[in-house]
């Protein structure tokens, strides 16, 4: 339909032009759609596929640790898995939250119920990570692998005096006095930072406590490194922290000296498992956390965590 005095020519070219760029957004939402659809099936691929035969599974903690229940499911499973001799932890991870690094200490300590677990420290098995790897029956780290940072923190930035340059006030309406504090336009008042403080001891209480038991050493002991420092991994294993300097060959030694498996065996992924996508989930993460929207495993981080970074 054309309008009085309007050229019929332009008109239809309009037309055509409106109805292509319809139809290439249409392509564009379903080429988003198809990519959301893989990747969720990748999310949910098999644990590992087997080859036949007695083998060893390796569980692969690196980046930031949290929460993850596929996570969960594989080690359960590991456990109930016949052909699984031995489990090797790899590990190179500076630490992540406090709830998933607990998670995942009590998921390998069910773990280690039925299979033998030895961990392996790459670079770094800090924080979190090394609450994960005292989870294990025996550690080895390289010589000069990064462990340790026994602690928990909670941080604050306060950005106020930003916020007043550029003209921002905020303001809030809340049940009770520490609803949603601190906030970011001001200090952490006194009686924040006590309720705070209170959150961060408790989990360091149970830090420290689970490192005492699983290095069988008295708690005066790992008070005495638990400020939060970090040390080689031939640092650690003089302060008790670690049991051996190595590898994967010394993890297969331990493994068929105490256990008696074959160092032979092959090593199979288990976690996190194979997928033909994860250059296309990497790409997706990798931009949300250079925008700033996530980390690089895509998740945000928000809250208490056990974490050492340089």
């Given at each position: 339909?054309?309008?009085?005095?309007?050229?019929?020519?332009?008109?239809?070219?309009?037309?055509?032009?409106?109805?292509?760029?319809?139809?290439?957004?249409?392509?564009?939402?379903?080429?988003?759609?198809?990519?959301?659809?893989?990747?969720?099936?990748?999310?949910?691929?098999p644990?590992?596929?087997?080859?036949?035969?007695d083998?060893?599974?390796?569980?692969?903690?690196?980046?930031?640790?949290?929460?993850?229940?596929?996570?969960?499911?594989?080690?359960?499973?590991?456990?109930?898995?016949?052909?699984?001799?031995?489990?090797?932890?790899?590990?190179?991870?500076?630490?992540?939250?406090?709830?998933?690094?607990?998670?995942?200490?009590?998921?390998?300590?069910?773990?280690?119920l039925?299979?033998?677990?030895?961990?392996?420290?790459?670079?770094?098995?800090?924080s979190?990570?090394?609450?994960?790897?005292?989870?294990?029956?025996?550690?080895?780290?390289?010589?000069?692998?990064?462990?340790?940072?026994?602690?928990?923190?909670?941080?604050?930035?306060?950005?106020?005096?930003?916020?007043?340059?550029?003209?921002?006030?905020?303001?809030?309406?809340?049940?009770?006095?520490?609803?949603?504090?601190?906030?970011?336009?001001?200090?952490?008042?006194?009686?924040?930072?006590?309720?705070?403080?209170?959150?961060?001891?408790?989990?360091?209480?149970?830090?420290?406590?689970?490192?005492?038991?699983?290095?069988?050493?008295?708690?005066?002991?790992?008070?005495?490194?638990?400020?939060?420092?970090?040390?080689?991994?031939?640092?650690?294993?003089?302060?008790?922290?670690?049991?051996?300097?190595?590898?994967?060959?010394?993890?297969?030694?331990?493994?068929?000296?105490?256990?008696?498996?074959?160092?032979?065996?092959?090593?199979?992924?288990?976690?996190?498992?194979?997928s033909?996508?994860?250059?296309?989930?990497?790409?997706?993460?990798?931009a949300?956390?250079?925008?700033?929207l996530?980390?690089?495993?895509?998740?945000?981080?928000?809250?208490?965590?056990?974490?050492?970074?340089?």
């Amino acid at each position: 339909m054309t309008h009085p005095g309007e050229d019929p020519v332009n008109a239809i070219s309009t037309t055509r032009t409106l109805r292509r760029s319809r139809g290439r957004w249409r392509i564009i939402a379903f080429v988003i759609l198809a990519l959301a659809i893989v990747l969720a099936f990748a999310r949910f691929s098999p644990v590992f596929t087997s080859t036949g035969g007695d083998r060893i599974a390796r569980v692969e903690i690196s980046g930031t640790i949290t929460t993850d229940r596929q996570r969960s499911r594989t080690l359960a499973r590991l456990a109930e898995d016949a052909s699984v001799r031995g489990v090797l932890l790899a590990i190179n991870s500076p630490g992540g939250t406090t709830a998933g690094g607990e998670e995942l200490y009590e998921d390998i300590r069910r773990l280690s119920l039925e299979k033998p677990v030895v961990a392996v420290i790459a670079e770094t098995g800090a924080s979190a990570a090394y609450m994960t790897a005292i989870a294990a029956d025996h550690i080895v780290s390289r010589r000069l692998s990064i462990v340790g940072s026994i602690g928990v923190l909670y941080r604050h930035v306060d950005a106020g005096r930003l916020l007043d340059t550029i003209g921002i006030d905020l303001d809030k309406i809340a049940s009770g006095e520490l609803k949603a504090e601190p906030e970011f336009d001001g200090p952490i008042a006194p009686e924040v930072r006590a309720s705070l403080a209170a959150l961060v001891e408790d989990s360091y209480a149970w830090f420290v406590d689970i490192v005492a038991e699983r290095r069988a050493l008295e708690r005066a002991e790992i008070l005495g490194v638990a400020d939060g420092r970090v040390m080689t991994g031939s640092m650690g294993v003089e302060a008790g922290l670690i049991d051996a300097v190595g590898g994967e060959a010394e993890a297969r030694a331990w493994l068929e000296e105490t256990h008696e498996i074959d160092p032979e065996l092959e090593i199979v992924t288990a976690y996190p498992p194979a997928s033909r996508t994860g250059w296309l989930r990497e790409a997706l993460t990798g931009a949300a956390a250079a925008v700033g929207l996530a980390d690089e495993k895509g998740l945000a981080l928000d809250g208490l965590v056990s974490l050492w970074h340089p």
